[in-house]
């Protein structure tokens, strides 16, 4: 999903990860409500047609046809090979509604991104049921390529791969804080190949717009920020892109990244969340504090912000102890790349 930025504020009340995981998810539901109920396969008015192709992956790819019908026969032909390359919450909601009629309300907040991403792919269009819940209804048109492509005997080893390709970047994102997804998507095609799987750039890269935030670079790279990264212009507007690969990164340190946590942070991580518990006020999640928290420290911040962060959750004054398991979280966190720490070794 495409990462909101809101530049508005740089103090860390506003670029907290929960604060701008809300932002996300506000700006992606109010774009699916104004999507439009219309689809590509419908007769369309040249208008009509001009906005729901800017709103598409097709634009982005710059590949321009200012024929409908061009583009009608393209998302056909390849929707075969797309239904093996949806992310996992397209395609869970596209199975969804195969057994709803090819039709199914979307009344859960986290598949907005999918059912945005479905649309952005020119599949299907949305309405709305009187309490607002958006229901995505697959174009008829599509439906026999759809299942042709999910019964390949391609799908289920085609799908195990971009799983461990999705892995990867979500592991090596978590280590660095961002990642620069082309040149493994280029490793990524060739180790595959070299296994008769292949994978067309274009559907592996809308696979992971669809299942990361993302970025563009000013030369139109995709960027995949971490969620928390509370400042990724600063990333992107540096001389000289800091690496991102994935260069001598150890097995442990790999599995860290795709759970989440490195192995080295969790003694600090679980000291504070027991510190804290029993003192969040009623109205906060205390994993969600903590993750604030210490993805803060992740970034550098000092301990007089950090504090401050930690009152605004708290029911109770700090204490001591909870300062201290604070500290040590932010004496212990693995920087991410591009990141200053204000700790003094």
């Not at 029993?278 to 007089?304: C, S, T």
């Amino acid at each position: 999903m495409i990462r909101y930025s809101d530049c508005a504020s740089n103090a860390w009340e506003d670029r907290l990860k929960s604060v701008m995981e809300e932002k996300k998810m506000n700006a992606c539901r109010d774009r699916v409500f104004s999507w439009g109920s219309r689809s590509l396969f419908e007769d369309l008015g040249p208008l009509e047609y001009a906005g729901i192709r800017q709103r598409s992956y097709e634009a982005r790819e710059r590949v321009f046809t200012g024929d409908p019908e061009e583009l009608k026969a393209r998302v056909l032909s390849q929707a075969p090979d797309e239904a093996m390359c949806l992310g996992r919450g397209e395609d869970e909601l596209i199975k969804k509604a195969v057994v709803g009629g090819w039709s199914t309300a979307v009344d859960n907040w986290d598949q907005f991104p999918a059912l945005e991403s479905l649309l952005k792919r020119l599949w299907c269009s949305v309405s709305f049921a009187d309490d607002d819940t958006p229901v995505m209804t697959v174009a008829p048109e599509l439906r026999e390529a759809i299942l042709e492509g999910m019964k390949n005997d391609r799908y289920l080893p085609s799908r195990d791969a971009l799983f461990r390709l999705g892995a990867m970047l979500h592991s090596i994102r978590y280590i660095y804080g961002f990642v620069f997804p082309c040149p493994l998507v280029d490793q990524f095609a060739a180790e595959s190949e070299k296994k008769g799987i292949r994978f067309d750039k274009k559907l592996t890269e809308r696979f992971i717009m669809a299942e990361f935030d993302y970025m563009y670079t000013n030369d139109g790279q995709i960027f995949l920020p971490h969620p928390a990264l509370a400042y990724p212009e600063k990333i992107l507007s540096m001389d000289g892109m800091p690496g991102c690969g994935a260069p001598e990164i150890s097995f442990e340190s790999m599995l860290g990244g795709m759970g989440g946590i490195l192995p080295e942070e969790v003694p600090s991580v679980t000291c504070l969340k027991g510190t804290l518990t029993g003192g969040i006020r009623p109205e906060n999640d205390l994993n969600e504090a903590v993750d604030d928290l210490r993805f803060m420290a992740k970034q550098g911040a000092d301990l007089k912000d950090m504090t401050r962060i930690m009152k605004s959750f708290l029911a109770v004054m700090p204490s001591g102890r909870m300062i201290d398991a604070l500290e040590r979280v932010r004496q212990e966190a693995v920087l991410w790349t591009g990141c200053l720490s204000s700790v003094q070794n």
